[in-house]
């Protein structure tokens, strides 16, 4: 009794007396009931977070309830892979044809359990964690397909990454018992850890027909080029990347005769490089080989790319990091060419009214030598341009294009009628420019034909006091614009000014009926990286009974909304795209002391 | 004790069994509810619905890293020690650099190349002449084989087509008696032509042992990768330097030409590679999709001839090549008996985007070409869809497609010369694996013969690439001063040139080459400056020491510049900022001219006034670093020493250096009237201008360099870059540069 009083001070009381392991025995067994018992109440009255659960439960149940299929002794066994295999022999493009969104479709076997005919599994872990992670990425992708009829590409959902776990012979038969295996055509398959002891072979030992492989460690003599896909073996605890192609960027190759110098070889590698490098190895990393997930979906878009080669990712779209893509530029015209003066420029007057201005206008441009046509965008749906007979004669064709809505963005279209690369767009009042700075413009365009050439320059500025940009039109050492008033530039600029423009910008510019030429610039400046070339030295270019100095652009509230304008595109561009210069361009003899009559733009700067 | 015990297994095994129903009860009927997926019987059979369903419960990891790693420790054996073991076994057709190429051979004087002396009695097709002279003529070339890397037969082994008149015979006892052949071992044989009707093997009908191929029309199953070279088929009448430019003037917009898709070209009626010309006719709408085909050719084409002989003869007969060549979007390249045709080369030159239908054709320079840029890569068991795959392809692409097409026939393709450098190169980049250049290198302008990796694997040290990396040009230039007059008093012009420059803000240092006879002046003898101030002795003192590429070139701008030169601080800076803007080009002051003199037919060199220019003197001008390194190294001992004799015409040589790479002029900025006059009246004692033959020589130098680039690089430009208010009718004080218009 003695006894029992002193556990009854310790222990609940309701436990009896007993020898003290089977008292813990006891309490465990009891404690697990009764938590058991309460987690079926929370079930039973609890019925919604049942629904949710569900799918968990059911997915749990089913690795263990894959069909179990009995593979015969005499089941076939496929034939050792075909080194020979390229896409063009092995694989059957017609399965995946024509597609308007060039993109294969896969399908991924559902899950089945094999077992020899003594009931011995093929594999010792049976689908892995890996495995399982990698065709769950797959199914979640837009690659996915489960209609194995619309399928292009096929994955088992045999596990073969790590070959030394598998039954060869087995997994073999296996592989050739699907449903679609047809000799492996179109079966891509997964592995990570191939051949073991002794050999060490680079390449999965599983016999496997014409499957596509997807495997770490491939030696060149065991990878098919332009077949096989070569991944990095996955390991969450290691962040040692095998890179599959060859990276220059991103890793140093040393061949094993030259171990010896690896050394000498990495110190020589300046230091601006090794960041370089490491930065790139980080991204590529952390971009394809990070997950399975990466690596799954990696490898269906090398295929992809194989397969629709002419939709290919490029190089860049492989290998640029995101930071680099927003920094950096991909002109559309990057070839240097200095196109021939022949064909020679269109000039485009957009105009409303004003049918006198206009016409001394078309009279003027009609000078330059290299004006091949005239087109005039008549802006006013109100009144109808001029009759025929009224417009200036002149030399080459002029046409009228009558437009539906009274828009800015009109000016910028990319109208049939321009048929040479060159577009000068001027406004029906800038009568001032000579015949000579206009030539000028457009040699000078030839020489820069991605940039926009104009007459009046502009400068953005940062205003440190409101914390924001600021549209500057005084007389300034830099100059970061043209206006469009008077500028040349390539058609393919009003092609995307009206297709490709960011945004709300178009919109904007319609509706404010203002900064259309702001909004060329900050175009042409962000696809080019390049700032825009002034021509000829600043003067005025409208009539000299005007007041204004040139444009609409004295008028105090015009500015403050241009300035706004420069806001409002930067922040819809997501940086500033405008480069200042201090430069503009001159003929070669400008202001030299030489005969007039021996340079070739003798009339420049005049008024 | 013991019935309390029974009591209470009783209970809680009572209480197991309730909460296993419950669980069990609330699962079963829940996995009948589903959400309605009949999956349990899709599960055992493979309906088209069959689908794979994800598994989240506990699942093993593939591989257990404990055992892997114990594993390798008692079993590891290097790749290179299995090779060891079983050589022999990669060799021949499964030859890779590792096991059939001698890489000790390169290590001692890195990547030289010898040419076996040309056996009497030995006729060489122009063609393989042209490989070997380029290779001759080129930086690689060594006639000492004890140094070479690689060594290049001097039997044609161009053609060997059993059947074609320029068939070598008994060349497998010729080249077994070669004494340097070792096996092949770091040989490279050029083909272009093999096998012979009917069947149009490969095989070249000697034993190459391990030396690499570079062959035309190479298929991928034989293809060698990173050991063989696919290069393009080219014509015996090919460029052997020079070569012609791509045939694309304008980028119109759209980008669409008069026909989408042309093709006109023999079909062979039977036999290899008829299956896909006998079928184009499927596709031919004679529209916008013409494509076209003859079966006269050969001697018995009548004999073949079928049903639709008589008409596609007829329609062929109406087009002409060359207008469907210039006008079309797309140029079908259907293999031909061989895999690679001539129409591959055409159509690239004429920006006429190739579509590729040779199934199995490893492309020319596949290893370093992303041919996707340039080509659309059809499947030839795909014919029938190969017009809806070109349409789809949208106008960006089209454009960037036909400026690729450009970029690649004038970077690797338009002559012999630089087939073959190119060649070399890749191999030389497999030589020097950790100094090899990257894909952008290869396939983005100036292209990989100018972008040297020797000089940095780094695409930031090169002029090219500050736009597609996202960053600005540098900041700061290291002035070199080219000094050949000693020091005689404090007035000199060279002082006053020495304190000017380093007073600009973007100076980072000045650099005095010193190329005097005169043996170097006291250190306190140069003015002292904010800048550091280092003097070196030319090497040689030959005029080309100024283009060396000197590690103690801290920046990657270097401002070029002769003793006589006079420059204020203002142009220096102005000069600098509008270099920052064309960074891969020379931005100077003082411009000259050439021009076709066609009474002489030769090139003509002018340094009057005239309304364009297209050299900027580099006596006062900046440019890239690199542009030392690539002068230095790109041309031939020959042609340096030639400028060297004549102590003339290095900065000729570098105008045509830079304009070549960057098919641009160079940038003449604005400059002060007395510099110009000191430079125009050739006043200054030491100047080399002063000699009346000096004149002469430049213009020899013109036409010796035209000849040896096989082409006239130069371009002109007809514009000066200017302050922005240089002149301007306004305040003096408003002009940041005003310096310069003063007089």
Redesign the interface.
């Known amino acids: 009794m003695y006894t029992s009083g002193k556990y009854s001070s310790r222990g609940p009381a309701l436990i ?1 007396r ?1 020898k003290t392991k ?1 008292r813990i025995y ?1 309490i465990t ?2 404690s697990v ?1 009764l938590l ?2 309460i ?2 109440g929370m ?2 009255f609890w019925p919604h977070s ?1 629904e949710s659960t ?1 799918d ?8 263990h ?3 179990l299929i009995r593979l015969p002794v005499s089941s076939p066994i496929p034939e050792r892979g075909d080194l ?1 295999c ?1 896409m ?2 092995c694989f059957d ?2 399965r995946c ?2 597609n ?1 969104k060039n993109r294969i479709k896969v399908y ?4 089945q359990r094999f077992v020899d005919e003594l009931g011995v599994p093929i594999s010792s ?8 992670d990698l ?2 990425a797959i ?1 979640d992708s837009d690659f996915y397909t ?4 619309r399928a292009c590409l096929f994955i088992p ?1 045999i ?1 073969v ?2 070959q ?2 598998l039954r060869i012979r087995e997994t073999a038969q296996a592989l050739a018992m699907l ?1 679609r295996w047809d000799k492996g055509m179109n079966h891509l398959l997964f592995n ?2 191939p051949g ?3 050999d ?1 072979n ?1 390449a999965l030992d599983v016999p496997r027909d014409r499957a596509l492989l997807a495997g770490g460690g491939f ?3 065991t ?1 098919r ?2 077949y096989d896909v070569s991944i990095p073996v996955y ?1 969450p ?1 290691s962040a040692d990347v095998d890179l599959p192609e060859r990276q ?2 991103a890793s ?7 171990l010896s110098e690896m050394y000498t ?1 990495l110190k ?3 230091h ?2 090794v960041e ?1 490098m490491q930065r790139q190895a980080r991204w590529f990393w952390e971009a394809y080989f990070s997950s399975m997930k990466a690596i799954g979906l990696t490898t269906l878009q090398i295929i992809n ?1 194989r397969i629709y ?2 939709a ?1 990712r ?3 779209q492989w ?1 640029n990091p995101p930071v ?1 893509k ?15 003066r022949a ?1 020679g420029f269109t000039a485009v007057v957009l105009t409303y009214d004003r049918v006198e201005s206009l016409f001394r206008v078309i009279t003027e441009i009609s000078k330059v030598p290299s004006l091949a046509k005239l087109l005039v965008v008549w802006n006013n749906q109100n009144k109808s341009p001029p009759e025929e007979t009224l417009w200036p004669k002149i030399s080459v064709p002029l046409k009228v294009v009558r437009t539906k809505e009274n828009k800015l963005s009109n000016r910028f279209f ?1 109208y049939d009628e321009i048929e040479t ?1 060159a577009v000068l767009a001027i406004d029906d009042d800038i009568i001032m420019l000579t015949s000579d700075e206009l030539q ?1 413009g457009y ?2 365009w030839r ?1 820069f ?1 991605d940039r926009l050439v104009g007459y009046p ?1 502009r400068l953005h500025l940062w205003d440190h006091e409101m914390g924001k940009w600021k549209y500057e039109s005084e ?5 970061s614009m043209v206006l469009t008033g008077a500028a040349f530039y ?3 600029f ?2 995307l000014y009206t297709y490709k423009m960011p945004g709300d910008i178009k919109n904007w510019v319609d509706a404010h009926m203002n900064c259309e030429d702001i909004a060329m610039n900050f175009l042409v400046a962000n696809i ?4 825009p070339i ?2 000829t ?2 003067k005025k270019f409208k009539c000299p009974e005007c007041t204004a100095i040139d444009g609409l652009s004295l008028d105090q509230t015009h500015m403050v909304e241009r300035s706004e304008c420069i806001n409002k595109f930067a922040s819809v561009f997501g940086t500033m795209p405008l ?1 200042v ?14 005969p007039e009559k ?4 003798p009339n420049i700067g005049s008024l | ?1 013991q019935a ?2 029974r009591y ?1 297994i009783l209970f ?1 095994t009572g ?2 069994l ?2 296993l129903f ?2 069990g009860g ?2 079963v009927p ?2 009948r509810r ?1 959400p309605g997926r009949p999956h349990d019987r ?3 059979g ?1 309906g ?10 506990y ?5 257990s ?1 404990e055992q ?1 790693r114990s ?1 390798d420790l008692t ?1 590891h ?4 020690q ?1 090779r060891d073991a079983n050589s022999g076994l ?1 060799t021949g057709k ?1 030859c ?3 096991s059939c190429f001698d ?2 051979l390169c290590e001692r004087n890195g990547f030289k190349v010898y040419v076996y002396p040309q056996q009497k009695g030995e006729k060489l097709s122009e063609s393989y002449q042209n490989i070997l002279s380029s290779i001759e003529g080129s930086r690689f070339y060594t006639s000492d084989p004890g140094q070479a890397c690689l060594f290049v037969l001097s039997l044609d082994t161009l053609d060997r087509d059993q059947l074609s008149p320029q068939y070598v015979h008994n060349l497998k006892a010729k080249i077994q008696n070669l004494p340097l052949w070792n096996g092949g071992k770091n040989h490279i044989i050029f083909n272009l032509y093999s096998g012979t009707w009917p069947d149009y093997t490969e095989d070249l009908g000697f034993d190459i042992g391990l030396a690499m191929l570079a062959k035309a029309s190479i298929s ?2 034989n ?1 060698r ?2 050991f063989d070279v696919s290069i393009p088929l080219f014509s015996k009448d090919h460029p052997r330097t020079g070569g012609e430019k791509g045939y ?7 980008p669409y030409r008069k026909y989408m898709l042309v093709f006109k070209g023999k079909r062979y009626l039977t036999g290899i590679g008829s299956d896909t010309r006998n079928a184009l006719y499927h596709i031919h709408n004679s529209e916008d999709v013409v494509l076209l085909t003859t079966c006269k050719h050969g001697k018995d084409w009548q004999k073949h001839k079928d049903a639709r002989c008589d008409k596609d003869n007829a329609e062929y007969d109406k087009y002409d090549y060359r207008e469907m060549l210039y006008n079309s979007t797309f140029c079908l390249v259907p293999r031909g008996r061989r895999l690679g045709s001539f129409r591959f080369l055409e159509a690239l030159q004429a920006a006429c985007v190739p579509v590729m239908l040779s ?2 054709w490893e492309l020319p320079f596949s290893e370093i070409i ?1 041919w ?2 340039a080509a ?2 059809g ?4 014919l029938l ?1 190969i017009p ?2 070109v349409r ?2 949208h106008q ?2 089209i ?2 497609l036909r ?1 690729q097409t ?2 690649l026939w004038e970077a690797y393709f338009n002559s012999v010369e630089k087939i073959v450098l190119t060649t070399l190169e890749i191999i030389q980049d497999r030589v020097l ?2 100094t ?5 290198m290869w ?3 100036p292209g990989g013969l100018f972008t040297l990796p020797q000089y ?3 695409l ?2 090169f002029p090219f690439y500050y ?5 600005k040009p540098p900041s700061k230039f290291t002035a070199i001063i080219h000094v050949v007059t000693p020091l005689v008093s404090q007035s000199q012009p060279v002082m006053k040139l020495l304190v000017a420059v380093a007073k600009s803000q973007y100076c980072a240092q000045v650099i005095v080459l010193w190329n005097c006879e005169k043996p170097l002046p006291a250190k306190h003898r140069w003015p002292a400056t904010s800048v550091p101030v280092t003097v070196i002795e030319g090497e040689s003192k030959v005029i080309s020491s100024r283009f060396l590429p000197y590690n103690t070139i801290p920046t990657d701008a270097v401002f070029s510049l002769d003793e006589d030169t006079v420059l204020s601080t203002t142009e220096v800076d ?1 000069a600098f ?2 270099w920052q ?1 064309f960074p891969d080009r020379i931005v100077g002051y003082p ?1 000259r001219s050439h021009f076709w003199d066609s009474n002489k037919e030769r090139w003509g060199y002018t340094s009057k ?5 297209s050299m900027v003197l580099t006596g006062a001008a900046i440019y890239h670093k690199y542009y030392h390194y690539l002068y230095t190294t790109y041309f031939p001992a020959s042609l340096k020493i030639m400028v060297d004799q004549m102590s003339n015409c290095e900065d000729i040589l570098m105008n045509f250096l830079v304009s070549l790479v ?4 160079p940038i ?3 400059q002060k ?1 007395q510099y110009k006059e000191t430079m125009m009246g050739q006043s200054s004692r030491a100047s080399r201008w002063a000699d009346p033959d000096h004149f002469a020589q430049r213009q020899t130098c013109m036409n010796k360099f035209a000849n040896w680039f096989g082409t006239m690089p130069l ?1 002109h ?12 009718q ?1 305040s003096i004080l ?4 005003r310096e310069i218009e003063r007089l």
């Open positions: 009896p007993m089977h006891y067994l009891f009931v058991g018992l987690a079926t079930f039973q049942i569900a968990w439960t059911l997915d749990k149940r089913s690795v309830d894959a069909p020979s390229r063009h022999t493009v017609y044809g024509y308007p991924i076997y559902p899950l872990t049976g689908l892995s964690r890996e495995y399982n065709l769950s199914s489960d209609d194995v009829t959902s596990d990454l790590n030394n776990s449903p990570m850890l073991g002891p002794p060490y680079t030696s060149t003599w990878y080029q332009g390991s605890l220059p960027g140093v190759v040393i061949p094993e005769e030259k070889i020589s590698i300046p601006r490089q370089e790319d080669p002419y290919a490029t190089y860049e290998n680099v927003w920094s950096s530029v991909n002109s559309p015209l990057f070839l240097p060419l200095i196109p021939p064909p990319p690369e000028f040699e000078v020489e034909p320059g007389w300034t050492n830099e100059v390539h058609k393919y009003n092609y080019t990286g390049k700032a002034k021509v030295p600043r480069k210069v201090e430069h503009r361009a001159d003929p070669v003899l400008y202001k030299d002391d030489f021996l340079k070739s733009f | 004790m309390k015990k209470l809680s209480a197991c309730i909460l419950c669980l609330i699962q829940l996995s589903g899709r599960l055992s493979y088209p619905g069959a689908r794979w369903r994800h598994l989240s419960g699942l093993q990891p593939f591989s890293w892997d594993d079993e054996i290097s790749p290179r299995k990669y499964r890779r650099m590792e890489f000790s991928t199953e293809f990768p990173d694309l003037k304008y980028n119109t917009i759209p199934n199995g992303d996707n840029r659309v890569i499947d030839e068991r795909l869809q809806s795959t789809s392809i960006d692409k454009l960037s400026q450009q970029l694996l950790h090899s250049r990257s894909n952008l396939n983005s302008l940095s694997t780094s930031r040290d736009a597609k990396l996202g960053i102005f900022t509008v803007s411009a006034w005239t309304n364009d220019y960057t098919k641009l002029p003449k900025v604005t009237k371009i430009s007809q514009m000066r870059l200017d302050p922005v208010l240089f002149k301007d306004v408003r002009k940041k540069y």
